[in-house]
């Protein structure tokens, strides 16, 4: 392990100070971990390791002694092995060759073990794989590697009619990832690929047209991996996707990012209110608190700032126990009968099997969405999955009289709120109908506005949209100020797994590297503010506004399957914090669930 560190820091061209730096960080142990002796071996074992890349992946070849090639004895092959424990024979056959293996990424081709199973296939060699090669129709290509791309490879022995590639890899090389680039991902390819270790019996064996044989197998093990936070706590690693240290780099991010907010926590809020305390969050009811009550001075809530506080907890205390896929999660507050009630206060994308996760969200816009002294608080997924165990509070700090005190005449304060275009719609040629014109005059002794607006898309259409495709939403104030923003992070490769350090849950399972439409999986979604303040008319004038969403810099129209965005926007009001309070009445709006 150690010799291919210091050969990949080679390739990399580090300085020898950065390399001493990062092995003086390592420790290299030569026990095997079942001679510890200690509570490490049990641990592993406990957190046994399940699903994709656990255990150990192989591919076993089968070198049929009757077809040894004109030339090769089976002494020459024992020579080649260069370890007598490998030459031995049973009934006059040689022993199978296990060696390991890493099959190409699993989201851009089939699985070996999936493609083939148990059933055995025959190997015939094909030098490099860059070209057609009738050879290996209905057989698996043995490859070497390098002088084409691994798209190349495998396209052209598909076109050959092979049944799948095995890359074999240079001589003293590690075994690594094999994966399409940039618009070859757009072409689809249907057989599977995996790279195995150079190995001189197959090698030679084949070459010279030998009959080899080949199955796939992975044997079960416990758990290779485990952590330390910088708090001492043993955490688990989560699911690598495919061999390679971004993963431990992302774990250990990923912890960094919640000792940093434990110890923001730890700092003293003005007043903590719980809602949720590892509430059942399942089914058509989903999670529900009641009568909550809040801190409230007669007219309104009596703070200045409020965060969400929330932890999506597991049945128990481990991965494997979490609800597996990431879905939306909302949180709406009714504080009374008026049409903020029913509002969305927060949202949230579950991580898919982890646990690791909590998320801090300023949700200070919001306030005006808390009307009375007690609200009830609902939070939902989709009813169908499996449950998640919410912890939920809100904290509210800088109270009116600091904020009074702090700002001489009363300072600003979230004071009103409007909802002016919630839902859930369908993202086709008819999604912009479904938002007309808002209009709107801003109330006397205004000093401030904002729009605040919660937007993802889901669903997947010819256009991977609207999760995995880019797309623009637009408020354009008065037909005179654009406000834009594009979610440029959906659809790259690693578009997730680069917002661990911001709270994105790491090493989840299914594709959560990928970046999203305006959202990842294990992480709290984050407002988009707009202050429209000098885009408007303050003096009682009507003003509207209007939104808009885009995909290619136009109206989205998909030829199949479209998916949809849900969006909650606001437009808040702030005034300073000594004026009059007057709520107004909102034209009714119906949300209900969003999902």
């Known amino acids: 392990m150690k010799k291919q560190i210091v050969s990949r820091m080679s390739q990399l061209r580090l300085p020898d100070q950065e390399v001493t730096e990062i092995l003086g960080r390592m420790h290299f142990g030569t026990s095997p971990v079942f001679q510890l002796g200690n509570w490490i071996p049990d641990l592993l074992k406990e957190w046994r390791c399940e699903d994709h890349n656990c255990g150990y992946y192989q591919a076993v070849f089968h070198l049929e002694n009757s077809n040894v090639p004109i030339g090769l004895s089976l002494n020459t092959m024992d020579c080649l092995m260069h370890d007598a424990n490998c030459a031995a024979r049973s009934n006059g056959k040689l022993q199978p060759v296990v060696l390991k293996r890493q099959d190409a990424r699993y989201d851009w081709l089939p699985n070996m073990f999936v493609g083939f199973g148990a059933k055995s296939a025959q190997v015939v060699f094909a030098g490099p794989g860059c070209d057609r090669n009738p050879v290996v129709r209905n057989k698996i290509a043995l490859l070497t590697d390098g002088s084409c791309s691994y798209f190349k490879k495998v396209q052209s022995m598909q076109n050959s009619g092979s049944v799948g590639v095995i890359v074999v890899a240079n001589t003293g090389e590690a075994i690594h990832d094999m994966n399409c680039q940039n618009t070859e991902c757009s072409t689809v390819l249907n057989i599977p690929a995996t790279m195995v270790p150079y190995d001189e019996r197959i090698?030679?064996?084949?070459?010279?047209?030998?009959?080899?044989?080949?199955?796939?197998?992975?044997?079960?093990?416990?758990?290779?991996?485990?952590?330390?936070?910088?708090?001492?706590?043993?955490?688990?690693?989560?699911?690598?996707?495919?061999?390679?240290?971004?993963?431990?780099?992302?774990q250990a991010e990923g912890m960094s990012f919640l000792a940093d907010l434990e110890d923001q926590i730890a700092q003293p809020s003005d007043v903590v209110i719980n809602v949720f305390n590892r509430t059942r969050m399942q089914g058509e009811n989903g999670a529900f608190a009641g009568n909550v009550k809040l801190p409230w001075d007669g007219q309104r809530i009596a703070f200045s700032k409020l965060t969400l506080d929330l932890q999506l907890q597991c049945p128990s205390t481990t991965d494997r126990t979490c609800a597996e896929w990431d879905h939306t999660v909302h949180l709406f507050v009714c504080c009374d009968d008026s049409a903020l009630c029913g509002m969305e206060l927060g949202r949230w994308i579950s991580p898919y099997r982890r646990k690791m996760g909590r998320w801090l969200t300023d949700a200070t816009h919001l306030i005006p969405l808390l009307t009375n002294k007690r609200c009830n608080f609902t939070m939902k997924h989709p009813p169908w999955t499996d449950p998640w165990f919410?912890?939920?509070?809100?904290?509210?700090?800088?109270?009116?009289?600091?904020?009074?005190?702090?700002?001489g005449a009363g300072?600003?304060?979230?004071?009103?709120?409007?909802?002016?275009?919630?839902?859930?719609?369908?993202?086709?040629?008819?999604?912009?109908?479904?938002?007309?014109?808002?209009?709107?005059?801003?109330?006397?002794?205004v000093q401030r506005v904002t729009i605040y607006a919660l937007i993802t898309g889901h669903g997947s259409d010819n256009n991977n949209c609207a999760e995995f495709c880019v797309t623009a939403h637009n408020f354009l104030i008065n037909e005179a100020n654009l406000n834009s923003?594009?979610?440029?992070?959906?659809?790259?490769?690693?578009?997730?797994?680069?917002?661990?350090?911001?709270?994105?849950?790491?090493?989840?399972?299914?594709?959560?590297l990928y970046g999203r439409n305006g959202w990842c999986p294990g992480e709290n979604i984050l407002p988009w503010v707009v202050d429209i303040t000098d885009q408007i008319q303050l003096?009682?004038?009507?003003?509207?506004?209007?939104?808009?969403?885009?995909?290619?810099?136009?109206?989205?129209?998909p030829t199949s399957n479209?998916?949809?965005?849900?969006?909650?926007?606001?437009?808040?009001?702030?005034?300073?914090?000594?004026?009059?309070?007057a709520p107004r009445n909102f034209r009714q709006l119906s949300p209900g669930l969003l999902s």
């Open 562 to 581: 479209p998916g949809n965005i849900i969006i909650s926007a606001y437009m808040v009001y702030w005034k300073e914090h000594g004026s009059a309070y």
């Open 411 to 445: 300072g600003l304060y979230p004071d009103q709120i409007e909802p002016i275009f919630v839902g859930s719609e369908t993202f086709d040629r008819t999604y912009n109908t479904k938002f007309p014109p808002y209009l709107f005059a801003v109330p006397g002794g």
């Open 203 to 250: 090698m030679t064996f084949a070459r010279q047209g030998g009959l080899v044989n080949v199955k796939f197998q992975t044997t079960q093990s416990d758990n290779f991996y485990l952590a330390i936070d910088r708090k001492g706590r043993l955490q688990e690693m989560g699911w690598l996707l495919y061999p390679n240290f971004n993963f431990f780099t992302w």
């Open 390 to 407: 919410p912890v939920l509070n809100l904290r509210f700090s800088e109270p009116s009289d600091w904020l009074r005190a702090q700002h």
């Open 485 to 512: 923003r594009v979610f440029t992070n959906a659809g790259t490769a690693q578009g997730c797994a680069h917002r661990v350090k911001f709270g994105v849950e790491p090493n989840q399972h299914g594709t959560w």
């Open 539 to 557: 003096d009682g004038q009507e003003n509207h506004i209007r939104y808009y969403g885009q995909f290619n810099n136009s109206d989205p129209n």
